[in-house]
């Protein structure tokens, strides 16, 4: 369990910056406390893997977190280490670091975050509760911070929803329904409770929740006993390779998504306009032209399946090609604005105009201030989150079996740690982990921002 998770937190290269410029008691305390200690553990542990290609046994860490957490030092016959979650070390770790790692590192500042680890990890949710029973009753509103998004699973008899895929499993976690005080009724009712994400991290955590405690009746000694037996959901469910949490975002962020994903469609239709200008032009044709010429022809319609064959992030295109697209110069090509109501947006057209090489409208710069859905993240972030990281569970007992690391080190070739043993996989050895028998399934999804 914990080589497993620490190999994924490897490939966040942020987050390694700022455990090597780590000093402990930087708060001016007279002594190191338990999170200082874990972090230098780990600050420790993270150098001498980095430098050896042999096994490295981080007792130190190990040490430490059994004495700041003895859940981590609990034995079953024999004396041998009882199995700990991957999930519950993980949420240990990042408490204790968000405590010592106070400054940004690998950004240009923590984004109105507390720490390093949520301005990384940090999920700023808008949570609304709305009673059911009592229109007249006020909702009411807070502000947390997650660490990762949950993808709960259900299925099987008895059972209303069925989660197949990983965007399912968030929906279904973000709208729950809950029982609490109403002041109007004076009693407790039923309520609604909505979350939205409203400040975006630069990676994304999602753990699927395979392990619940379910209570059962059984007879010791001739009486009735009610105990509770920790059980695992074998159930096979999907994740994708490229994650879009547009669904998960409130309305502003949605609304600055969608700005992004419009115009970056929108300026691939420019550059085929510009490439169809020049090509009636007689200034040549390159090998990729024709097609690009060919995708106009047809419409704008293309453009998303034009950008995604050049390695373009997925975008959602806003709208048609059409007009006429034959003038020489193509500094002088007009591509309209595709807004639903027919408006320009002066923003949009600053950036097509920047990207054929004209001048940007005036008055463009106000609108082109930069806003950003969270630290981290560029002006022009669509929304999408490719994977890097997983960590598997196999097994049928949630307090046994046996955990790896799967790490993805460049394009499709990937590093599958198993304890002491490293072997390389594919990205289609990595879609293969959703689970549905004995196999490894998995259990947290380690995502970083793409554009």
């Not at 006429?324 to 604005?337: G, I, L, M, N, R």
Request: glycine letters at 12%; hydrophobic letters at 35%.
């Amino acid at each position: 369990y914990m080589n497993s998770t620490l190999q994924c937190l490897r490939g966040v290269p942020e987050l390694k910056e700022g455990l090597h410029a780590f000093t402990p008691g930087q708060d001016g305390a007279a002594s190191i406390g338990g999170s200082d200690m874990l972090t230098q553990a780990l600050a420790k542990t993270m150098y001498e893997v980095d430098r050896t290609t042999n096994a490295y046994a981080p007792g130190d860490f190990l040490n430490i977190l059994r004495q700041i957490m003895p859940q981590f030092a609990e034995t079953g016959p024999g004396g041998i280490p009882k199995q700990q979650d991957a999930e519950e070390l993980l949420s240990t770790t990042m408490s204790s670091l968000s405590n010592s790692l106070k400054t940004a590192h690998g950004l240009a500042d923590l984004g109105g975050a507390s720490n390093l680890v949520d301005a990384l990890f940090g999920l700023e949710m808008e949570v609304k509760d709305t009673c059911d029973e009592c229109p007249e009753e006020p909702s009411v509103s807070e502000t947390r911070t997650d660490r990762k998004l949950t993808c709960f699973i259900q299925g099987g008899g008895g059972s209303t929803a069925h989660v197949d895929h990983l965007h399912e499993g968030v929906k279904l976690g973000l709208t729950e329904k809950i029982e609490k005080i109403s002041s109007v009724l004076g009693r407790e009712a039923v309520w609604t409770r909505t979350s939205r994400v409203k400040r975006l991290p630069r990676y994304v955590v999602v753990q699927f929740m395979r392990f619940y405690v379910k209570r059962d009746n059984v007879i010791e000694e001739g009486r009735q006993v009610v105990k509770h037996i920790k059980c695992k959901i074998m159930r096979p469910v999907t994740f994708p390779e490229v994650l879009d949490v547009y669904d998960f975002c409130d309305d502003n962020i949605q609304k600055l998504l969608k700005t992004n994903r419009d115009r970056h469609g929108d300026e691939i239709l420019g550059d085929l306009k510009v490439t169809a200008a020049a090509a009636s032009s007689g200034d040549g044709l390159s090998a990729s032209e024709p097609a690009a010429m060919e995708v106009e022809a047809e419409g704008g319609a293309t453009a998303a399946a034009a950008a995604a064959e050049g390695g373009d992030d997925t975008a959602a295109a806003g709208g048609g090609g059409g007009g006429d697209a034959s003038t020489a110069d193509p500094s002088e090509v007009k591509v309209d604005a595709m807004d639903e109501d027919g408006e320009d947006d002066a923003a949009l057209q600053a950036a097509l105009a920047m990207s054929m090489g004209a001048e940007a409208p005036a008055g463009a710069a106000a609108a082109e201030a930069e806003v950003v859905a969270g630290p981290g993240l560029t002006a022009d972030f669509q929304g999408n989150y490719e994977l890097f990281g997983i960590t598997t569970h196999k097994g049928r007992l949630a307090d046994g079996g046996h955990y790896m690391g799967w790490v993805r080190q460049d394009g499709d070739d990937w590093l599958l740690f198993d304890d002491s043993d490293v072997t390389p996989v594919k990205t289609e050895d990595i879609m293969a982990l959703k689970g549905g028998g004995d196999h490894h399934m998995a259990y947290l999804a380690f995502y970083r921002f793409k554009n």
